[in-house]
């Protein structure tokens, strides 16, 4: 069964840093590219960026270049979001998905819900 | 980047009704068109891939057309547990963005 798998929520003050992770399992982790996806409360989803677990290839939205770091460790399974210096306005849920044969994302992580208050 | 645009941004409907949702992309994206169910607190579920073809698992009354720059989600018989939140996806180019959703609600 293919599953991803998020670590749990994060309350952070403004300035800190952060990475939350996604672990793949039931599947040939680096075959497939894992993507973010950012859904700040009662808004839709934005598409972050997205990783080949492969050869680290990265990709990401000119909304988010800059501002997180995708990453990936091929051999434990594993794909990292980080923030270097949080914002309140990141406050949100963030998914992780896999990307499949034309793109589209077919198995989602529960979502990471990060908190950043004062 | 592409802009997808849905219609309506929210729809109330009762349990056996037609629905249709439509998606317009701001440029040419061929076929690489996903559609995405979401439910409260819960994930985003991909419903239909690559414009028309169903994921596995989703039920048949969920169906896609469209290619170019429109497309359609269409939910022949509205059944209760279809009541959610629906985005398209462009998958064409980088950002993959999404449209603003449609929110289903009940009548």
């Known amino acids: 069964e293919v599953q991803l798998v998020q670590s749990g929520a994060e309350v952070k003050k403004p300035g800190e840093s952060l990475k939350i992770s996604c672990k793949g399992s039931?599947?040939?982790?680096?075959?497939?590219?894992i993507g973010w996806v950012r859904q700040r409360p009662g808004k839709g989803l934005e598409w972050m960026g997205m990783?080949?677990?492969?050869?680290?290839?990265?990709r990401y939205s000119p909304s988010f270049q800059g501002q997180v770091t995708i990453s990936a460790g091929r051999s434990i399974s594993t794909a990292y979001l980080q923030w270097s210096s949080l914002k309140a306005s990141d406050t949100a849920v963030y998914y992780c998905?896999?990307?499949?044969?034309?793109?589209?994302?077919?198995?989602w992580g529960q979502g990471t819900l990060v908190t950043v208050s004062s | 980047d592409i802009q997808m645009t849905q219609s309506p941004s929210s729809l109330s409907a009762s349990v056996g009704d037609r629905v249709i949702i439509t998606c317009r992309a701001s440029?040419?994206?061929?076929?690489?068109l996903n559609w995405y169910q979401q439910k409260p607190g819960k994930a985003p579920k991909l419903l239909i891939y690559?414009?028309?073809n169903l994921q596995s698992g989703v039920p048949s009354r969920f169906s896609g057309s469209g290619s170019g720059t429109d497309f359609t989600l269409t939910i022949s018989s509205l059944q209760p547990e279809d009541f959610a939140t629906y985005y398209c996806?462009?998958?064409?180019?980088?950002?993959?963005?999404f449209g603003q959703g449609t929110k289903v609600e009940i009548k």
């Open positions: 690559a414009a028309s």
């Open positions: 039931g599947y040939s982790f680096p075959s497939y590219w």
């Open positions: 990783i080949s677990p492969d050869d680290s290839d990265t």
């Open positions: 998905a896999r990307s499949s044969g034309f793109e589209q994302f077919d198995y």
């Open positions: 440029q040419g994206i061929s076929g690489y």
């Open positions: 996806q462009q998958s064409y180019n980088i950002p993959r963005n």
